[in-house]
């Protein structure tokens, strides 16, 4: 296994498709003068529906490639991955590569902000098969807060209708309004629900005019964004091997043209990427 030793370089950002797109752009909105560089494995998206071993293989290649491109500090902006290979990671591949870099979910920062949001303690999670079958937000969510009940339901078929462009179609109502229905009639109680998949956001609308207007929704763009300013506000010499340019790279698996036609949906900004080959 390759070894990485400290250097100076960007901020990584990983997805297996292009809803992390969602939280970097959060991230250089809060933490503009920082380098970014952002990988999407797009040839082999979704994770959703795959094993835990296979996540966790995907996962840990492209955070050693956004190693070897030289970012010191990697953040999976993925539920899935964070669900099912943050920990492995984290335990078994950084001592390693390098104990000194640093991998980072989505999972923490959100659950953390959950006892402000709640106040019945029901709370709703909407996600991919994956991460409900996990059930890591349950897990991570009663190690804080024993007392919230959380009810969980996945939604297949929300990230297709993303990555397609017919996120605000008219047929994209039927979906959103069968998970949202399928939430409820599990706890009338709820009053806070996650978007527990980085594609969601652009569904929001959708997923608001749907769910009762008492019933607030937590979206993981700002709250990973405001968690990270506060990890290298903590962390001095992580902060201080980041390099400050404003720059932001992008690479993907998939063809170039791809990407920036679907990245589109998620970016107001023209962007150049290059193809990537994983080992």
Known sequence: MAQFPNQS???????????GLTIL??????????????????????YGTRSFDVVYEFTRQCVEKLFELGCPLVILGCNTASAKALKSIQMYDLPKWNPDRRVLGVIRPTIEQIGEYTRT?????FATIGTVQS??????IHKLFPEIVIS?????????????????????????????????????????VILGCTHYPLLLPKIRKYLPAHIRIISQGAI???????????????EELLTKGGSCQFFTTESEE??????????????????????
């Open 121 to 125: 303690k029901h709370v709703g999670l």
């Open 135 to 140: 059930e890591s937000y349950p897990i991570e």
């Open 258 to 279: 791809k990407f920036k036609k679907s990245a589109s949906v998620f970016l107001s900004e023209e962007i150049s990427v290059r193809h990537t080959q994983l080992d």
């Open 224 to 238: 990973v964004a405001s968690s990270l300013e506060d990890y290298l506000r903590r962390h001095v010499s992580m």
């Open 25 to 46: 752009s959060e991230i250089r909105k809060r933490l503009p003068r920082y380098d970014y560089l952002y990988l999407g494995d797009n040839a082999r998206t979704p």
């Open 152 to 192: 969980s339901v996945a939604c297949p078929l929300w990230v297709p209708l993303v990555e397609n462009s017919e996120y605000d179609s008219d047929g994209a109502d039927y979906f959103v309004k069968k998970y949202v229905d399928q939430l409820l009639a599990k706890d009338d109680q709820i009053d806070t």
């Open 9 to 19: 370089g960007p901020i990584g950002v990983f997805d297996s498709g292009y809803g």
